[in-house]
């Protein structure tokens, strides 16, 4: 196995990983930026080149002839982990902003409603002045509350769209405000600091579970690397595991036993919802 050949062959494996990752991030700029005032997305864009898809397959190929299927295998599983695991990141950061931006926009909708305008009113004074991705939402319900769809279900399909604890209060107070014609601003007052109250709860057992993700991260690292301690070591084992059928199913079977330990480790030492 020529070390070299194998570096390009990595390098030419993982060009994908930065080819997609790029588009993806160029993709939601785009669409932020054309996002209509009406909270319409812009139309969909392109996948990633198929140029990088046809890099990815030489490069498998190369892997595949310099260091044998096993090798060629961890590294597409790579190439193909690491784009996920980016969009799965940048979701988790993107939700966790909407929620940090919810209570404070409440308390904006609440200081408008007070001020004598109405909930339409309010909801798109409030999306101007808010950043995304709750100010666009709350610029869509009232452009759609102004066309003359009923307020009630704007908010309810608001309210399925983004199925989580806050949104649902936020859409439940001002519908029973709307049908009750109860005072909105208290309701939304009372939603935003229970939010804010549910948001500070979350980031403290986030807190108490710091120690526990990170024993859990050791658990998943530490059979990965002695794995390839073993390998480089011991050429008898980096024989058997790199070039028997019976090496690839042990490394298969460990790997998948690893990823589904470390799937449940992190579900268990998860902070929470809010």
Do not use: K, N, Y
Request: proline content about 5%; charged content about 20%.
């Amino acid at each position: 196995m020529s070390p070299t050949l194998l570096t390009c062959a990595t390098a030419v494996l993982l060009a994908p990983v930065a080819a997609t990752v790029r588009t993806g991030l160029a993709r939601r700029r785009l669409r932020a930026r054309l996002r209509a005032p009406g909270g319409s997305a812009a139309p969909r864009l392109g996948r990633a080149p198929t140029g990088a898809l046809a890099l990815g397959a030489v490069g498998m190929a190369t892997a595949w002839l310099a260091a044998g299927p096993v090798v060629a295998l961890v590294l597409a599983i790579a190439s193909l982990a690491a784009p996920v695991q980016a969009r799965v990141r940048r979701r988790a950061e993107l939700r966790s902003r909407r929620d940090a931006q919810l209570p404070g926009a409440l308390d904006r909708l609440a200081a408008s409603l007070r001020s004598g305008a109405s909930l339409t009113m309010a909801l798109d004074e409030v999306g101007a002045a808010v950043e995304p991705p709750i100010g666009p939402e709350l610029t869509g319900l009232a452009c759609e509350a102004s066309r003359g769809r009923p307020l009630v279900r704007v908010l309810d399909d608001w309210s399925a769209a983004h199925d989580d604890a806050g949104t649902r209060l936020a859409a439940t107070a001002l519908v029973l405000a709307t049908v009750v014609g109860s005072a909105p601003a208290r309701a939304v007052d009372g939603v935003a600091a229970t939010v804010r109250e549910r948001l500070d709860l979350a980031a403290e057992r986030r807190a108490l579970a710091t120690q526990a993700r990170t024993s859990s991260l050791v658990l998943s690292v530490a059979p990965v690397a002695f794995a390839a301690l073993l390998v480089v070591t011991d050429g008898a084992a980096a024989g058997f595991l790199l070039g028997t059928p019976a090496g690839w199913a042990c490394l298969a079977a460990g790997a998948g036993l690893d990823a589904v330990g470390a799937w449940w480790m992190v579900r268990l030492s998860r902070g929470g919802a809010t």
